[in-house]
């Protein structure tokens, strides 16, 4: 009994540094203005999900930016395009960003608790609140996948384009503030989730209302 109590407090600490580490990327990748970055060969102009930055390549000093209420629509004289406002959709983008930016440093925050307490960890991962931890869980990983499909989107036109009337020599790519809070932070906050929830997977189950209305209904047939 004693062995798997170890074995338990092990992984919770395991999942308190992948949480930790997690939450740090979404941190940087959240601040990071490199989301989305257009080039025409010479000049970078880069969206993030609070401002706007350009720079010339060869001088990363040149770097300014400015908020969304207070953008140059016509940045290097038009060699981009005409810029468009951030729209709507930016807006989701960064709503869904909010909230998985705050899912590892939560669930940080319970890996700590249980591991400073067996009574909390059955309670929260055994007892009344599993349901509750399931749904914060599953929610922020489907949001997530929603803003990578956004930004995935964004970077092909499909929604809303970063420049109108964009000349051939601009390129557009996803930028390393985004493969740092939606595929490295994700990627550890998803391993942290199945490493503290794997063994609750099959009580959780048993809590969804299909598979006890479905448990009643074998209860009934046997017992007539």
């Given at each position: ?121 059955k309670a929260l991962l ?7 931890v399931g749904i914060v ?88």
């Amino acid at each position: 009994m004693a062995t798997e109590e170890n074995k338990r407090l092990l992984v919770f600490i395991f999942c308190v540094i992948v949480f930790g580490t997690s939450f740090v990327f979404c941190l940087f990748g959240f601040r990071n203005n490199n989301w989305i970055h257009a080039t025409n060969g010479t000049h970078l102009y880069q969206r993030g999900l609070n401002v706007d930055c350009q720079s010339i390549i060869d001088a990363p000093r040149t770097l300014s930016c400015k908020s969304w209420d207070n953008l140059d629509l016509n940045p290097y004289n038009g060699s981009f395009g005409t810029l468009i406002q951030p729209d709507i959709g930016w807006n989701i983008a960064r709503f869904l960003a909010w909230f998985t930016f705050l899912a590892p440093l939560l669930f940080l925050c319970l890996s700590v608790v249980v591991c400073c307490s067996l009574d909390a960890e059955k309670a929260l991962l055994q007892g009344k609140y599993l349901r509750a931890v399931g749904i914060v869980a599953t929610v922020t990983v489907v949001l997530n996948l929603l803003l990578i499909l956004l930004i995935s989107l964004w970077k092909r036109h499909v929604v809303y384009p970063v420049f109108r009337d964009q000349p051939q020599q601009v390129e557009i790519e996803i930028g390393f503030a985004f493969v740092q809070f939606s595929i490295i932070g994700f990627g550890l906050y998803f391993l942290g989730l199945i490493l503290l929830l794997s063994p609750t997977i099959p009580p959780l189950l048993k809590k969804l209302p299909c598979i006890i209305s479905n448990d009643h209904e074998l209860v009934s047939m046997n017992a007539s």
